[in-house]
């Protein structure tokens, strides 16, 4: 049997009939979806890799260590590498012997070296607090003009008039200033006053005005006649300023009053945050007495703590903090709050309003600069104070620098402390005066010298860190920390929400803070329509409530205050206490029937503190026991959170491998993407030339193969028929028409040969 040669019209149908793939690609809504598909997949790619290769960091100049420029500057060498001396004083003199008198008075201005009275301001560390030496420390300073403003346990503030300072620097050398004190014997450490301010929110982020004392239930227990008469409290505060006009109407017809600073008038300090606080204190407990105490240094905070302990307050009431320390119950303050707690007295602190200012992160530096790899951008709201702290208190040996850069890249400020052993404070920190409000700075920080990798925390105090990098847990202030006091969130009051600036736990050692959350943006006379906003406003809520219930139970103790507050908060956020709101928000429920409130309460069990060698902490019993008829619920006992938030890392080995993973993935992706772009571009092609070689061979053989096709359509009709098929069916068969060009075609034909048109 011999094949029949292939005739022209068997070609057309070879070229017509391509195989199911072929035809499957060749649908239009097939190359359609091949399209979409395809662009999807590279659109992706792009937004990913945009999204995770950023473009680098703007450029800076690395500044050169003032260390390293003791060699251009032999006179100064001495105190350019005296490890006990904070780099400002530093700055101020290397600035002093470079630029001159006008130029080291204007930064020590701006970097907070010089008080209103024109004298430069330091702090001492002593390696003891014993008396005698201390003593003795004094009078050798005092001889040499140097004034010693506060004493307390082994802190001593300075304060050196300019008037003496500057024939100093001039007779001295500028050396021989800052080195004499350096040397003299029991001295570790020269830093600047501490950095604890208010914690009032600016006028820029307020809303309105509103009255609280039934939030809290304050108002039933007036009714009851408990307004905390029988009850003192301290307000511990840095101004007062207008309290005077206030008494008698806004505050008591008479508070007691002392001012541990320096030179200052308590109601002439500049501010009046305090006397806000002591008016939402009379508002709860409007027959409490006040006892109010100004301080600025923590020499003096504990001088004013003291005070009022002397005064036999049983409720101390403090609406400040600074971001610098260890937050994990270790520090000067903390020691300060938790000796006054264990006197019996109750200690209610702001949380902080942190939460929007604060970065935290591992250090990293994948290119091995020595720089962290990112850079912190943040907007202050005028003044600011920064602080960089990092793990390695226990230690003090691990050293970073922080640098401040305004937008133009240009230094602004700088902070390069040596941390040289057990006694130097894992942190920097910086004051500067910002020239306009809503100023975009970065900070940049520089590994020293490290063995290792740290977690670094960074605050602004008056400003926020951009949304990104915004890290709102542990972000607590140094003092909201203490193993003995309790801390305390804000809320709007017309929600309950948690205010976006309101610090949260946890401790840097897990522990539960705050424990509390009470109302804010209240009406006070202080603040006027403006109001009083930020963890410094919710304070005094609970202070006050304090007030009442102590005016109701005298002989409650602290342990037992905190069990009732905790056991009639109003559970907020995640059911039972959390690192956002503590036990729930403020509130005192009905007043009990039984007038003395002898009951047991215990609120539910929080996360115990061990740190060696610190006071206990008190630790409730797990199940709350209230007995008195009161209108409102007791929150369901529950434990305190059982896991912390974990820091947020940089990226070690492992991320490394993970990042090239990733690359490696979308890799893979975008080449799929094209290779379907390619893929709908060659099926494209394929067709248009399929057709125009279908439209040559049908004029090529318009005779002869046109012809066959009908005859052979023809001869397929008779055929059917001779076999019994239907005259009319064999007719369909072979009139099968394309619609595109008007030609017949066979029945079983699936593209047009003439057209090439799908049939």
């Not at 005739?7 to 035809?23: F, G, H, M």
């Not at 690359?663 to 248009?688: D, H, K, N, Q």
């Amino acid at each position: 049997m011999t094949d029949d040669p292939l005739q022209p019209e068997d070609i057309v149908k070879q070229e017509k009939n391509p195989s199911a793939l072929s035809e499957r690609l060749t649908k239009p809504r097939t190359l359609i979806l091949l399209l979409v598909v395809s662009l999807f997949l590279l659109v992706g790619v792009a937004l990913a890799a945009a999204y995770m290769f950023t473009p680098a960091p703007p450029p800076f100049t690395p500044p050169d260590s003032l260390e390293s420029l003791a060699g251009d500057y032999p006179e100064l060498a001495n105190i350019l590498q005296d490890d006990k001396l904070s780099s400002v004083y530093k700055e101020f003199l290397l600035v002093y012997q470079t630029e001159g008198e006008e130029a080291a008075y204007q930064l020590a201005k701006e970097r907070g070296l010089i008080n209103d009275r024109d004298e430069v301001r330091l702090t001492l560390e002593l390696d003891t607090s014993e008396p005698a030496v201390v003593e003795g420390l004094k009078s050798e300073l005092e001889q040499s003009g140097i004034r010693v403003t506060a004493t307390a346990d082994n802190l001593m503030d300075l304060a050196i008039p300019l008037e003496v300072l500057l024939p100093m620097l001039e007779s001295e050398g500028e050396a021989q200033l800052f080195g004499g004190v350096s040397g003299l014997e029991h001295i570790m450490r020269i830093r600047l006053p501490s950095t604890i301010q208010g914690k009032h929110v600016p006028a820029s982020q307020l809303r309105a005005e509103i009255e609280s004392l039934s939030m809290i239930g304050a108002d039933s227990w007036h009714a009851q006649g408990f307004t905390g008469q029988g009850v003192k409290v301290g307000v511990l505060d840095l101004e007062f300023d207008g309290y005077k006009s206030l008494l008698g109407s806004e505050l008591p017809d008479s508070v007691t009053v002392e001012c541990f600073c320096d030179g200052g008038q308590i109601d002439q300090m500049g501010g009046v945050h305090g006397t806000g606080v002591a008016e939402i204190i009379h508002d709860i407990a409007p027959d409490a007495e006040l006892y109010l105490a100004a301080f600025q240094t923590d020499a003096e905070f504990q001088q004013a703590a003291e005070w009022l302990a002397a005064q036999g307050v049983q409720v101390i009431s403090n609406s400040t903090g600074s971001n610098w320390g260890p937050k994990d119950g270790t520090s000067f303050s903390s020691g300060v709050i938790d000796n006054t707690v264990q006197q019996g007295i109750l200690w209610i602190n702001s949380a902080g309003n942190a939460a929007d200012g604060h970065y935290r992160r591992e250090f990293t530096d994948r290119d091995g600069d020595g720089w962290h790899d990112e850079l912190i951008y943040f907007e202050t709201f005028g003044s600011d104070t920064i602080a960089l702290n990092w793990n390695a208190w226990s230690t003090g040996d691990q050293d970073y620098d922080l640098f401040i850069y305004d937008t133009n890249n240009s230094l602004v400020a700088s902070s390069q402390d040596s941390q040289t052993g057990t006694f130097s404070p894992s942190a920097e920190f910086i004051r500067f005066e910002a020239p306009e409000e809503g100023k975009r700075y970065y900070a940049a920080i520089q590994s020293a010298s490290t063995t290792g990798t740290y977690i670094l925390d960074f605050f602004t105090n008056n400003g926020t860190v951009d949304q990104e990098l915004i890290s709102k847990e542990y972000s607590l202030d140094d003092e909201a920390t203490s193993k003995l006091g309790l801390s305390i969130g804000a809320v709007y009051w017309g929600n309950d929400e948690l205010e976006s600036y309101s610090s949260q736990g946890p401790t840097n050692d897990g522990r539960l803070k705050p424990e509390l959350s009470a109302p804010t943006v209240v009406s006070v006379e202080s603040y006027g329509r403006e109001g009083f906003n930020g963890t410094s406003a919710a304070t005094p809520h609970v202070s006050g409530a304090a007030a009442l219930i102590l005016s109701a139970a005298p002989d409650f103790s602290v342990q037992q205050i905190k069990d009732y507050l905790f056991s009639h908060a109003v559970d907020l956020g995640e059911s039972g206490s959390d690192f956002k709101f503590g036990y729930g928000r403020l509130f005192l429920g009905e007043i009990p029937t039984n007038t003395d409130l002898t009951v047991e309460i215990s609120p539910p069990a929080g996360p115990e503190a061990t740190t060696t060698g610190s006071p206990p902490a008190q630790t409730p019993t797990s199940n709350p026991a209230v007995t008195p008829e009161i209108g409102l619920a007791v929150p369901t006992a529950s434990s305190a959170p059982t896991t912390s938030p974990e820091p947020v890392e940089g990226k070690s080995e492992e991320d490394e491998s993970d990042m090239l993973l990733v690359v490696a993935v979308l890799g893979t992706l975008a080449c799929v993407g094209l290779a379907g772009l390619l893929v709908v571009g060659f099926i494209w092609m394929r067709i248009s030339a399929g057709r125009r070689k279908a439209n040559e061979m049908n004029l090529s053989t318009m005779g002869g193969a046109t012809s066959g096709a009908y005859g052979g359509a023809e001869e397929a009709a008779f055929s059917s028929m001779a076999q019994g098929a239907p005259p009319a069916q064999a007719q369909q068969e072979a009139n099968v028409v394309c619609p595109n060009c008007g030609r017949a075609n066979r029945g079983e034909a699936k593209f047009c040969n003439n057209c090439g048109f799908k049939l």
